[in-house]
């Protein structure tokens, strides 16, 4: 059971264009939704994040969108750098007990000067 | 640096051996959670700790693994009579407990490989 899906594996993006990776959830109780970066050999690094309450949240470069009636959220990058060549893994998680955050399985970005 | 660590980055060891792993979380942060990722997943919930109690355990965490965080600081990870299913990266992650919508911090992890 799959409640957080990325259905990119992998992206492609030149430098200085935006880039737009996107996530689906299933379960209508997630209140809280998360982007993470990651490098090899490294541990996932918080980006931003989003509540519910909320349908965007800017943070320089970044930008997450939420649509809750379509159970959706998108993280635009712009303008894109070599340095956010990662995985970026989207996540999601309830806003009562443990919180812990349900993960996609990530999808690889890649920019090309 | 005061950010999430764990110790040690890799670990090799046969099958049926004991392991164990250490997780120093942020100073302030009362919260701490174990993940487990495999290649090509994200990461997998564990067990997850406020302060020294440990409230949630997966389905995953089967009676060979075992947690703990003595006096609510640093935690560890053990898994005992190792198989091969076992080999993956360990994640720890650390929260602070103000509010519900403060982001979990990652350490670099640990890469168990069983042989």
């Known amino acids: 059971d799959q409640q957080v899906k990325q259905n990119s594996p992998s992206l492609s993006v030149q430098e200085g264009r935006i880039s737009i990776l996107n996530c689906d959830y299933t379960?209508?109780?997630?209140?809280?939704f998360l982007w993470y970066k990651k490098y090899p050999a490294e541990g996932p690094t918080f980006l931003i994040s989003i509540s519910s309450i909320k349908d965007k949240n800017e943070d320089g470069r970044f930008t997450v969108f939420l649509n809750k009636s379509a159970k959706h959220l998108s993280l635009h990058i712009v303008p894109s750098q070599p340095g956010d060549s990662a995985v970026y893994f989207c996540a999601a998680s309830l806003a009562e007990g443990a919180q812990k955050l349900v993960f996609g399985q990530g999808t690889r970005l890649t920019i090309n000067p | 640096d005061t950010g999430v660590s764990q110790n040690p980055r890799h670990k090799i060891t046969k099958r049926g051996q004991n392991v164990t792993f250490r997780c120093d979380p942020i100073?302030?942060?009362?919260?701490l959670y174990w993940y487990r990722q495999t290649l090509g997943q994200g990461p997998e919930f564990l067990t997850y700790f406020q302060n020294e109690a440990q409230l949630e355990k997966s389905r995953l965490l089967s009676d060979r693994f075992s947690a703990e965080r003595p006096k609510g600081s640093f935690s560890t990870l053990e898994i005992q009579r190792t198989e091969q299913g076992d080999s993956a990266m360990y994640l720890c992650?650390?929260?602070?407990?103000?509010?519900?919508?403060?982001?979990?911090?990652f350490g670099d992890g640990t890469r168990l490989s069983i042989l």
């Open positions: 992650a650390s929260s602070s407990g103000q509010g519900w919508t403060q982001p979990q911090h």
């Open positions: 379960n209508s109780m997630f209140d809280y």
């Open positions: 100073s302030e942060h009362n919260r």
